[in-house]
């Protein structure tokens, strides 16, 4: 089996289940026709910029580009997180933390995937280190997006509980840990559901795409293996980097609660 390129008329008959979803839209005045458009329009010229972005990063091997394009996605990542989340911490902190925790795992997944596992030369090869870090960065970022909202939502409506416990002498750790617990659960559950189902319910796309591409399925599954036990050890790591220092910031050296430093909720954010 070889590689079949796709034209632009294959693209856009891909594109009529599209139309159909906002036809459906229509049908039960759910409102999400302009939301739908602008969502297609914006994936597929983000799509061509990074294709052709990194055709050029590919070609030249840089370890200058390579780096280049990673900071975008961790400014990317940062962007994201927080925009996702119902109560975040106010100032530069809330980016901060929200990049570098899913971002710095996946780094370290992706270094150790492409120099100790496959074996590139150099480790830094943007072929293989870009898109690794990209899928780890991206299923990362959902888990620790997921934690954070959690803590913090529950911090905000559990108040009167956790000063409680502070106020009887237990440590932020102590008055938090359920909060926590509850929170890192919830910021697994997506990968752990994931690896679940995978070729039960669903063919992952990495694998579906080599096999599209003509690879032999055993040796995409293989490589499938690879990058979803890269993304659970990632997504663990992120997400527990995150959530204790979401605590942290929750509280202060003389363990009271500090929702104070929580951005307020938005009205939009409210109404939803």
Known sequence: MTYVP?????????ALLLLLTGGLSLAFRLGLERTILISAVRMCVQLGVVALVLKLVFESGSMLATAAFALMMLLATAYEVVS?????????????????APFMAGLVASIFAVSAIIGAEPWWSPRYLLPILGMIVGNALAGVTLVLDTITSAASRERAAIEGRLALGATRMDALQDVLRRGLKTGLTPILSAMAVAGLVSLPGMMTGQILAGADPVDAMTYQVMIMFLIAGATGIAVVLAGLVAVALLTDDRHRLRLDRLAPVKPNKQQS
Not at 89 to 99: A, D, I, N, T
């Open 84 to 100: 996702r989340q119902e109560r975040r911490f106010q100032g530069p902190v809330s980016h901060l933390m929200g990049g570098a």
């Open 6 to 14: 796709l034209t632009p008329l294959d693209l856009g008959l891909a």
